[in-house]
T-cell receptor, first 112, second 113 residues
Framework: EPEVTQTPSHQVTQMGQEVILRCVPISNHLYFYWYRQILGQKVEFLVSFYNNEISEKSEIFDDQFSVERPDGSNFTLKIRSTKLEDSAMYFC??????????FGSGTRLTVV | GESVGLHLPTLSVQEGDNSIINCAYS??????FIWYKQESGKGPQFIID?????DKRQGQRVTVLLNKTVKHLSLQIAATQPGDSAVYFC????????????FGTGTRLTIIP
């Protein structure tokens, strides 16, 4: 069964540093998303991406966050200057038109 | 604001028994609902979905019921197995094909051997 692959599985970074989280979508999927889940809390929407541009973003997705699909395959989430409260599981999700979402296994980001 | 929530944060069920997990949603415009299972250290895994033009949908050992009158969603798992132990989330979506999912807070289901 096709999978959404996320790397790294765990990232530890110092506060103020930049991090890039990577996702390899399922090959025929056109819609890409990032969600995050703070420990013990619900999954929260961050951003959606279609046709090489952001289609919707949440209040969480401020100027410190950016997404891109630099090489037509990887879909990345960059946090420019990490804060302690950015510590969470970050999930990439992708889908084809009119089909359900497939989530990756997540990247656990720990900001120290 | 609009929200999706769950009535019970934890549920323990004897192996082999049936379980029911409930979810309340508040956005009457939502027309697509999904149940996800999340095991420790993993991403949400699709279980079953239902569109608002239906009130019941069955899968393998799982049934989702939708009551639009009271904005209530439930997931029934029949003949529970140890592998069913996980956190279960409901999620809602507006205009299937639209962008984001709104997740509930989750119910932890524990299957007692």
């Amino acid at each position: 069964e096709p999978e959404v692959t996320q790397t790294p599985s765990h990232q530890v970074t110092q506060m103020g540093q930049e991090v890039i989280l990577r996702c390899v979508p399922i090959s025929n999927h056109l819609y890409f998303y990032w969600y995050r889940q703070i420990l013990g809390q619900k999954v929260e929407f961050l951003v959606s991406f279609y046709n090489n541009e952001i289609s919707e973003k949440s209040e969480i997705f401020d100027d410190q966050f950016s997404v891109e699909r630099p090489d037509g395959s990887n879909f990345t989430l960059k946090i420019r200057s990490t804060k302690l409260e950015d510590s969470a599981m970050y999930f990439c999700a992708t889908r084809a038109k009119n089909y359900g979402y497939t989530f990756g296994s997540g990247t656990r980001l720990t900001v120290v | 604001g609009e929200s999706v929530g769950l009535h019970l944060p934890t549920l323990s069920v004897q192996e082999g028994d049936n379980s029911i997990i409930n979810c309340a949603y508040s956005n009457s415009a939502s027309d697509y609902f999904i149940w996800y299972k999340q095991e420790s250290g993993k991403g949400p895994q699709f279980i079953i979905d239902i569109r608002s033009n239906m009130d019941k949908r069955q899968g393998q050992r799982v049934t989702v019921l939708l009551n639009k009158t009271v904005k209530h969603l439930s997931l029934q798992i029949a003949a529970t197995q140890p592998g069913d132990s996980a956190v279960y989330f409901c999620a809602e979506n507006i205009n299937f094909g639209n962008e984001k999912l709104t997740f509930g807070t989750g119910t932890r289901l524990t299957i007692i051997p």
